[in-house]
Nanobody, 121 residues
Framework: QVQLVESGGGLVQAGGSRRLSCAASGTWYKIDVMGWYQQAPGKQRELVADITDAGTTNYADSVKGRFTVSRDKDKNAVYLQMNSLKPEDTAVYYC???????????????WGQGTQVTVSS
């Protein structure tokens, strides 16, 4: 089982920056992917950015050039640096981990509790 604890959400003005952090704890064989999703009111949860064990990153088009995802393997943590924030970035941000409990098992999705980011205009 993997437990995720997020931090860093809050209120920020448009054009500002915010850094989200997520730390994983528990037991696993391997973490394949760590990332962030957002869910705005009345909308589905969508991928913001993720990073593989090899360091390959993937971003939603809406955040390319503004957000940066990074991973610290020693700390089992993933970060999301958000710059040039816009009101439309307002959402609950969820940490996501895809991890295997054993090598022969497929990865499972684990989710954090979510952290609210509100961007004021």
């Amino acid at each position: 089982q993997v437990q995720l604890v997020e931090s860093g959400g809050g209120l920020v003005q448009a054009g500002g920056s915010r850094r989200l952090s997520c730390a994983a704890s528990g037991t696993w064989y391997k973490i394949d992917v760590m990332g962030w999703y957002q869910q705005a009111p009345g909308k589905q949860r969508e991928l913001v950015a993720d990073i593989t064990d090899a360091g390959t990153t993937n971003y939603a088009d809406s955040v390319k050039g503004r957000f940066t995802v990074s991973r610290d393997k020693d700390k089992n943590a993933v970060y999301l640096q958000m710059n040039s924030l816009k009101p439309e970035d307002t959402a609950v941000y969820y940490c996501n981990v895809q991890a295997k409990s054993r090598s022969i098992f497929p990865s499972r999705n684990y989710w954090g509790q979510g952290t609210q980011v509100t961007v004021s205009s």
